[in-house]
């Protein structure tokens, strides 16, 4: 059906009105007020304006709405009207550069103008058939990520850690420095401070130009908070309709999924995993869906995730990184020794990094990742002083270009990466290591004509490094490569 079609095939008398009968919990129970989930309607208070509030349930013969505001002075008998039965949202080049709340009420304290065309708030994410393969890499200018944990235009990726590791800060600088035309960020459930230090500090006049920011604070009702993301996802997809390439940057979705699980056990659902009822995780992959590519343009998401007591096994983190493309784990130990951005490679991955780089790129990718592997597997002997040269190769080598590497990894906040100038330090390293690793390999062979040879894990070592498949380019398996 067309979106009109859509339109007029949802379109509910709204004559609808009902009375209210008691407040369950946060919602509002009314009675003879058949109107359809999801709708919002009025409740008219003798004092103060009508209270917004949307259908969330129904229990016997009532119908819970839950109020988009304060409650003062709502009474028993109060009347209730319907407003609007399905959710439209005003869109337009004018939201550029504006920070909104999920009813579109600007925050910037600017009128909110140039919203010309009218979408529905739901929308079904592109048929799994007709989305085309991702196959070109979209720079975020973070280049600890696009040299080795590089994202294709459409990929939906997971950014975890425990609070305070730099989530929202990593949004910042990719908001800043991608390479996509539009960024629609969702700030959710943040405190009021942090929103504003995120708007000045992060984001910056620079990167507020291009984006959308839709907020919905700790403060406000968990319906809204929810609302934040279909919203900002919403306008996502409008952007990708008209052929940008997209990047949405969702802070965070924890948040949301707690005010999710306020809202579901308010409409009546029984609490399954640590307290969150069913509706989270039917949720979570319908949203997470919708980002992606589709035939004109592409949404490209990141998705941060806080992850309690740093517990990778915490529900929703382990939900989330089953329904994304990879995820960017943020470590506190590197955080605390003033390693930033604080990302820990090794516990990271991005699954379609193969479809979107050139064989040597990978390959330098994979270079870095087994010395980094080869050092944190003798990370305890090294610190003690137990571990002697000579006895590992690839270790070895991890000691002597482990500054290159974390000088490689650390960005400052306001200096932005070309992802050119990533792929290339990348190259040289892994150029670096092969010549290095292949010396090793002509002394040996020296040795050799004096009756030695080079051993095995000489060999061995040296291969790893010369011939590593590309999995697109000689159909291996990324799956066994790259974890
Ligand atoms: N790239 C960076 N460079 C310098 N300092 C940083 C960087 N990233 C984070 N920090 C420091 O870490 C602090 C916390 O970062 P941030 O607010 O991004 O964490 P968070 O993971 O989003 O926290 P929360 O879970 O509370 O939302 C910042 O205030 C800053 O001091
Ligand atoms: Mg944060």
Request: aromatic share 4%; with cysteine.
């Amino acid at each position: 059906m067309t979106d009109w079609a859509t339109r007029i095939h949802n379109i509910v008398p709204l004559a609808i009105e009902g009375t209210v009968i008691r407040t369950l919990g946060m919602t509002v129970a009314a009675s003879d007020f058949p109107a359809p989930i999801n709708s919002v309607a009025e409740i008219v208070r003798p004092a103060g304006p009508p209270i917004l509030a949307e259908v969330v349930g129904f229990r016997d013969r009532l119908t819970l709405l839950y109020p988009y505001g304060e409650t003062n002075g709502l009474r028993r008998g109060d009347r209730v009207r319907l407003r609007r039965s399905t959710w439209q949202l005003a869109v337009g080049e004018g939201l550029l550069g504006r920070v909104i709340d999920p009813l579109l009420i600007p925050l910037d304290g600017r009128p909110l103008v140039g919203l010309n065309e009218r979408v529905l708030l739901t929308a079904p994410p592109p048929p799994p058939c007709e989305r085309p393969p991702i196959c070109e890499a979209l720079p975020t200018g973070v280049r600890a990520i696009d040299g080795l944990l590089t994202c294709g235009k459409g990929q939906r990726l997971g950014i975890f850690s425990g609070s305070g590791v730099g989530k929202s800060v990593l949004l910042g600088m990719m908001a800043r420095f991608t390479a996509a035309s539009r960024v629609v960020l969702a700030l959710i459930g943040e405190r009021g401070r942090e929103v504003r230090e995120f708007l000045e500090r992060d984001l910056g006049p620079q990167g507020l130009a291009r984006s959308v920011v839709v907020v919905a604070t700790s403060d406000r009702p968990a319906i809204l908070r929810v609302r934040a993301l279909m919203v900002a996802t919403r306008i996502a997809e409008y952007f990708r309709d008209q052929g940008h390439d997209v990047l949405l940057l969702v802070d965070s979705l924890t948040r949301f999924a707690m005010a999710q699980r306020e809202v579901g056990l308010a409409a009546g659902e029984l609490p399954s995993s640590r307290g969150y009822p069913p509706s989270v995780f039917a949720l979570l992959p319908r949203l997470v869906e919708r980002a992606g590519r589709a035939a004109a343009g592409s949404i490209t998401a990141f998705y941060s995730v806080l992850v309690e007591g740093d517990d990778p096994h915490e529900p929703i983190a382990d939900c989330v990184r089953g329904l994304l493309d990879g995820h960017i784990w943020l470590s506190r130990k590197l955080a605390s020794a003033g390693h930033y951005p604080a990302i820990d490679i090794l516990e990271s991955l991005s699954r379609l990094m193969p479809a979107v780089t050139t064989p040597d790129h990978y390959q330098a990718a994979l270079t870095v990742r087994q010395l980094l592997a080869a050092y944190r597997e003798h990370e305890d002997l090294i610190t003690i002083g137990a571990y002697r040269r000579g006895a590992d190769k690839l270790v070895d080598c991890a000691l002597e270009l482990l500054d290159v590497i974390e000088g490689y990894l650390r960005q400052p906040l306001e200096t932005p990466a070309t992802f050119s100038e990533a792929k290339e330090h990348l190259v040289g390293l892994h150029l670096r290591v092969a010549s290095r690793l292949g010396q090793a390999s002509t002394k040996t062979e020296d040795q050799k004509l004096g009756g030695g040879g080079p051993t095995g894990l000489e060999r061995e070592t040296l291969s790893q490094f010369t011939r590593v498949p590309h999995p697109v380019t000689s159909a291996g398996d990324i799956s066994k490569t790259n974890r």
